[in-house]
């Protein structure tokens, strides 16, 4: 709709050949933007997240209007020029780090005082009112109006009076024959749905930051998520059955699952869902993609302690949910978001732009990163490597943060890192265990596996690896070992650990006795290396990832507990 900047509705000018400047208050250029560009007006685009660090506003009072300019990076425009104002979600006024709360809470009013007082001044055409927004935001109103326009609105009463409430609730219900001949209520709309999940995460404790609150309740997470599968384990392996929103006949089991609190299942062995099942319904095969824990995913972006002008790095593009949480709280300009998979960041990108969501979406091999847009605030990983790739912290500045899951096949923990001078980092392991898909980055082909193996007895249960707290401790003497479950010719279960060197163990059910056989070969002998882990985990005290100390140099990657010191393998 257009507005004058007094609120009042106007009819469309006719056009002329005077020049078109419009003001675009907006974090991206929308497609209303590029459209207005393409007919020929003079957009000039601002972020009034931008003020007052990084634009300037000088306006003096002269015949009865403000005068003056703003002036930008990329922007200088005289506001007697201004012929409409396109106002599409800019962000907050970004403040001067180190400011005290009351003086942030009296230079945002001041601000907004100032620089939005001008602006609603200016005698132009306004799309998107910002005080019509805001009036629209009102219940009364929206009933007021529903009714207005010849909708049907139920009995409301609005009262801070015990007694008028009570009144009508006690007033008798509809005569159920009625009842039977109305219409089915209507569906709810999803972005009420979208408005549910950030309570629920409120209510878990996931978010406590109010306008984290907002931007989940902003961003559709069905948008993103038009097919899943869910996993169920089975003695023939991981079965899926494939949830679309293209049969209506899932479209409330497809609805209940997007806006649960659960990882969903995009892509198995590399192919969507919905193409890899599409005759089946389900199947068997490989995770490799997926749309993330929201839980897990507000927990990560806390931990990041976004500030409003951070610049932020993805490795893991995924289906860009994230990215447009990112997105709608920092501006696509401050994004860049990467993956492997060119058919993921093709339809990523696609879906942000739906949205009017801009971030810069690129196909590259995560392990090292995107040195284009460096330096970096922030870097936010949604695989698992058991190292820190150095280009990560080569390309976030001193004080930044990185939050990535350190994690091989065997075990891992999510890792806060803060970036130092002379590419160094140091971190911890957040409380809260999660985990991610490995990283599907080209891997070199493994060695056949070593046939000079030794036989003997263990004491060691491969089911203390079931513990993440010993996992954890476990991988990092077993890098690269991946584990599997198998039966041998004579129908006896095992437990396997493998790594591309070559070597393998295999641990068998446990005897009367307590004792299980046990099968290695290759340069390291696998399962020895697990004693001698465990050896040290029991007389350490059972210590979980929580109390190991990350560090990283140019040279060197070392995880640490109590002087216990373990070195990655650094790629």
């Given at each position: 709709?257009?507005?004058?900047?007094?609120g009042?509705?106007?009819k469309?000018?006719?056009?002329?050949?005077?020049?078109?400047?419009v003001?675009?208050l907006?974090?991206?250029?929308?497609?209303?933007?590029r459209e207005?560009?393409?007919r020929?007006?003079?957009?000039?685009?601002?972020?009034?997240?931008?003020?007052?660090?990084?634009?300037?506003?000088?306006a003096?009072?002269?015949?009865?209007?403000?005068?003056?300019?703003l002036?930008?990076?990329?922007?200088?425009?005289?506001?007697?020029?201004?012929?409409?104002?396109?106002y599409r979600?800019?962000?907050?006024?970004?403040?001067p780090?180190?400011?005290?709360?009351?003086?942030?809470?009296?230079a945002?009013?001041?601000?907004?005082?100032?620089?939005?007082g001008?602006?609603h001044?200016?005698?132009?055409?306004?799309?998107?009112h910002?005080?019509k927004?805001?009036?629209?935001?009102?219940?009364?109103?929206?009933?007021a109006?529903?009714?207005?326009?010849?909708l049907?609105?139920?009995?409301t009463?609005?009262?801070?009076?015990?007694?008028?409430a009570?009144?009508?609730a006690?007033r008798p219900h509809?005569?159920?024959?009625?009842?039977r001949h109305?219409?089915?209520?209507?569906?709810?709309?999803?972005?009420?749905?979208?408005?549910g999940?950030?309570?629920?995460l409120?209510?878990?404790?996931?978010?406590t930051d109010?306008?984290?609150?907002?931007?989940?309740?902003?961003?559709?997470?069905?948008?993103?998520?038009?097919?899943?599968a869910?996993?169920?384990?089975t003695?023939?392996?991981?079965?899926?059955?494939?949830?679309?929103?293209?049969?209506?006949?899932?479209?409330?089991?497809?609805?209940?699952?997007?806006?649960?609190?659960?990882?969903?299942?995009t892509?198995?062995?590399g192919?969507?869902?919905?193409?890899?099942?599409?005759?089946?319904?389900?199947?068997?095969?490989r995770?490799?993609s997926?749309?993330?824990?929201?839980?897990?995913?507000?927990?990560?972006?806390?931990?990041?302690?976004?500030?409003?002008?951070?610049?932020?790095?993805?490795?893991?593009t995924?289906?860009?949910?994230?990215?447009?949480?990112?997105?709608?709280?920092l501006?696509?300009?401050?994004?860049?978001?990467?993956?492997?998979?060119p058919?993921?960041?093709?339809?990523?990108?696609?879906?942000?732009?739906e949205?009017g969501?801009?971030?810069?979406?690129?196909?590259?091999?995560?392990r090292?990163?995107?040195?284009?847009?460096?330096p970096?605030d922030?870097?936010i990983?949604t695989c698992a490597?058991?190292y820190?790739?150095?280009?990560?912290?080569?390309?976030?500045?001193?004080?930044?943060?990185?939050?990535?899951n350190?994690?091989g096949l065997?075990g891992?923990a999510?890792?806060?890192?803060?970036v130092?001078?002379?590419?160094?980092?140091?971190?911890?392991?957040?409380?809260?265990w999660?985990?991610?898909m490995?990283?599907?980055?080209?891997?070199?082909?493994?060695?056949?596996?070593?046939?000079?193996?030794?036989a003997?007895?263990?004491?060691?249960?491969?089911?203390?690896?079931d513990?993440?707290?010993?996992?954890?401790?476990a991988?990092?003497?077993?890098?690269n070992?991946?584990?599997?479950?198998?039966?041998?010719?004579?129908?006896r279960?095992?437990?396997g650990?493998?790594t591309?060197?070559g070597s393998?163990a295999?641990v068998?059910?446990?005897?009367?006795?307590?004792?299980h056989?046990?099968?290695?070969?290759?340069?390291?002998?696998?399962?020895?290396?697990l004693?001698?882990a465990?050896?040290?985990w029991?007389?350490?005290?059972?210590p979980?990832?929580?109390?190991?100390?990350?560090?990283?140099?140019?040279?060197?990657?070392?995880v640490?507990?109590?002087?216990?010191?373990?070195?990655?393998?650094?790629e």
């Amino acid at each position: 709709m257009t507005w004058t900047a007094t609120g009042r509705p106007v009819k469309r000018p006719t056009v002329t050949e005077a020049p078109t400047y419009v003001l675009a208050l907006a974090a991206d250029d929308d497609r209303v933007v590029r459209e207005l560009a393409g007919r020929g007006a003079t957009v000039h685009r601002v972020d009034v997240g931008d003020f007052p660090l990084d634009l300037r506003m000088t306006a003096g009072l002269g015949a009865g209007r403000w005068e003056g300019e703003l002036r930008g990076l990329a922007v200088r425009l005289a506001l007697r020029h201004v012929t409409g104002v396109y106002y599409r979600r800019p962000t907050q006024f970004r403040l001067p780090e180190g400011m005290s709360g009351p003086e942030r809470l009296f230079a945002y009013n001041e601000a907004r005082r100032g620089l939005g007082g001008v602006l609603h001044t200016l005698d132009c055409l306004w799309i998107n009112h910002p005080i019509k927004v805001a009036a629209a935001e009102y219940k009364p109103v929206q009933l007021a109006t529903a009714r207005a326009c010849g909708l049907a609105v139920p009995e409301t009463l609005i009262t801070n009076d015990p007694e008028s409430a009570l009144r009508l609730a006690r007033r008798p219900h509809p005569n159920p024959h009625h009842l039977r001949h109305r219409r089915p209520p209507p569906e709810r709309h999803p972005m009420s749905l979208a408005e549910g999940l950030a309570d629920m995460l409120v209510q878990a404790g996931a978010i406590t930051d109010p306008t984290w609150r907002e931007v989940f309740a902003s961003v559709p997470r069905h948008h993103f998520v038009p097919h899943f599968a869910y996993a169920t384990n089975t003695p023939q392996g991981t079965h899926y059955r494939l949830i679309t929103s293209a049969d209506p006949a899932h479209r409330d089991a497809w609805l209940k699952g997007v806006y649960s609190d659960t990882t969903l299942l995009t892509h198995i062995e590399g192919e969507p869902v919905e193409a890899r099942f599409a005759q089946s319904k389900g199947g068997h095969g490989r995770q490799t993609s997926s749309s993330t824990q929201p839980s897990l995913m507000a927990r990560m972006l806390h931990a990041l302690d976004l500030r409003d002008h951070h610049t932020v790095l993805e490795i893991g593009t995924g289906t860009g949910y994230n990215a447009a949480l990112l997105s709608r709280r920092l501006g696509g300009h401050r994004v860049t978001s990467i993956d492997i998979d060119p058919e993921l960041t093709k339809r990523a990108e696609a879906k942000l732009a739906e949205l009017g969501l801009y971030p810069k979406i690129r196909t590259a091999d995560g392990r090292q990163g995107h040195p284009a847009c460096t330096p970096y605030d922030r870097m936010i990983s949604t695989c698992a490597l058991p190292y820190l790739p150095p280009a990560w912290i080569e390309q976030t500045r001193p004080g930044g943060l990185i939050i990535t899951n350190l994690a091989g096949l065997v075990g891992g923990a999510m890792l806060l890192a803060e970036v130092g001078p002379r590419n160094t980092a140091r971190g911890r392991f957040l409380a809260d265990w999660a985990g991610f898909m490995p990283s599907r980055h080209p891997t070199k082909p493994p060695h056949q596996a070593a046939g000079d193996h030794v036989a003997g007895t263990t004491r060691l249960s491969p089911k203390v690896l079931d513990d993440p707290a010993f996992a954890f401790c476990a991988q990092l003497h077993v890098h690269n070992a991946r584990r599997y479950w198998a039966t041998d010719e004579n129908g006896r279960d095992l437990t396997g650990l493998a790594t591309p060197d070559g070597s393998w163990a295999e641990v068998y059910e446990p005897d009367a006795d307590g004792s299980h056989l046990l099968h290695q070969a290759g340069p390291a002998r696998l399962w020895s290396g697990l004693e001698e882990a465990y050896a040290w985990w029991r007389s350490a005290g059972r210590p979980n990832w929580k109390q190991y100390a990350f560090r990283a140099t140019p040279d060197e990657q070392r995880v640490s507990c109590d002087g216990y010191d373990r070195y990655l393998p650094v790629e």
